[in-house]
């Protein structure tokens, strides 16, 4: 293992390293609500984190850096949470489980609310783009699409997009609906005949009584 690479993960494991990152991503939530993110300094950042410049800077570059790898740890930290194995045609393969992904959005909503500001011009299609490879890698464990069935990238363009618009919607809606609900209403959407690919989207997790407001 390289030493580069033994630092990638000591820094997704190590709690310090955790604290830290949730630290930052807080301050950012927090200094959004009143500067746009051209004033954002480090300064600022290490300031309203309550840590070190020193600290910020062993694990980032500057503040660039600290947004591109924050962006991909919200994205690779959601689809760890999510993932499950399924097998649609008898081998295994990876699947979303929507029940842990929902509870993600619920738990991290803030950091993801501002993910998704236009401010942010990389991560929605930065998310749409795993979506849709991960659908894709999916497709290939199917039978190839009947002639009453759209085809694969069709199919996964329009899953990834309808998912990642309703969890939008969801947030700005200040997740007025309960994440076991949402799940439910995202299944009930869904038209397996016509888009199999959607079975990437389990129904793990959302088997709770349909009890539409949160608590």
């Known amino acids: ?10 820094s997704q494991t190590d709690p310090r390293v955790v604290r830290t990152n949730e630290r930052l991503r807080q301050a950012l939530s927090t200094l959004l609500q009143q500067q746009s993110l ?8 290490t300031q309203t984190a309550q840590i070190t410049r020193g600290t910020f800077y062993l694990h980032y570059k500057d503040k660039v850096d600290f947004l591109e790898q924050t962006e991909q740890q919200v994205i690779d930290e959601w689809f760890a949470a999510a993932k499950t194995t399924l097998a649609p045609e008898g081998e295994p393969t ?3 489980a929507l029940g842990p992904a929902l509870r993600y959005v619920d738990t991290h909503h803030s950091i993801l609310l501002v993910l998704l500001h236009p401010q942010f011009t ?8 795993r979506f849709e490879r991960e659908l894709a890698g999916y497709a290939q464990h199917l039978p190839t699409p ?3 069935q759209p085809p694969w990238d069709v199919q996964t363009a329009f899953l990834a997009t309808a998912f990642t618009g309703l969890v939008h919607h969801w947030l700005n809606d200040n997740r007025r609906y309960r994440p076991e609900y949402l799940g439910q209403s995202f299944c009930q959407l869904l038209k397996p005949e016509a888009t199999p690919v959607a079975a990437w989207f ?14």
């Open 122 to 129: 990389q991560f929605q299609p930065r998310l749409l783009q």
């Open 38 to 45: 051209k004033q954002i300094s480090v300064q600022k950042l």
């Open 94 to 96: 990876t699947g979303f």
């Open 1 to 10: 293992m390289t030493k580069g690479r033994e630092r990638d993960v000591i």
């Open 202 to 215: 389990a129904p793990i997790g959302i088997d709770m009584p349909a009890v539409t407001e949160k608590a």
């Open 146 to 148: 009947s002639n009453a």
